[in-house]
Nanobody
């Protein structure tokens, strides 16, 4: 019923930027809270950012505040994660997720649908 497809991952030097996109199928996109998570090698999946259905509220993991920006375009059924000033510690597989509830949920257990993940690698 709902499918999420990420794009935009790749290799970038430390200090550089990447922009991730997540296209969501279905006509109910605007009712979803959207989140970004990441999983680094040997680590558990962790919360990165979330945005509510109207984009009035966002919430970020402290270590990415001021560097990452989450946004959404409901007309395009797409959520974005703009990543600036990337650090080697940001290397991970990044996942977008959709939650059929309000607010800006931070727990992976609150999300109903998940993308396949996209690799972000930061060198130097």
């Amino acid at each position: 019923q709902v499918q999420l497809v990420e794009s935009g991952g790749g290799l970038v030097q430390a200090g550089g930027s990447l922009s991730l996109s997540c296209a969501v199928s279905g006509r109910t996109f605007s009712s979803f809270a959207m989140g970004w998570f990441r999983q680094a090698p040997g680590k558990e999946r962790e919360f990165v950012a979330a945005i509510n259905w109207s984009a009035a509220n966002t919430y970020y993991k402290y270590s990415v505040k001021g560097r990452f920006t989450v946004s959404r375009d409901n007309a395009k059924n797409t959520v974005y994660l703009q990543m600036n000033s990337l650090k080697p510690e940001d290397k991970a597989v990044y996942y977008c997720a959709a939650a059929a509830l309000g607010g800006t949920p931070m727990s992976e257990y609150e999300y109903n649908y998940w993308g396949q993940g996209t690799q972000v690698t930061v060198s130097s």
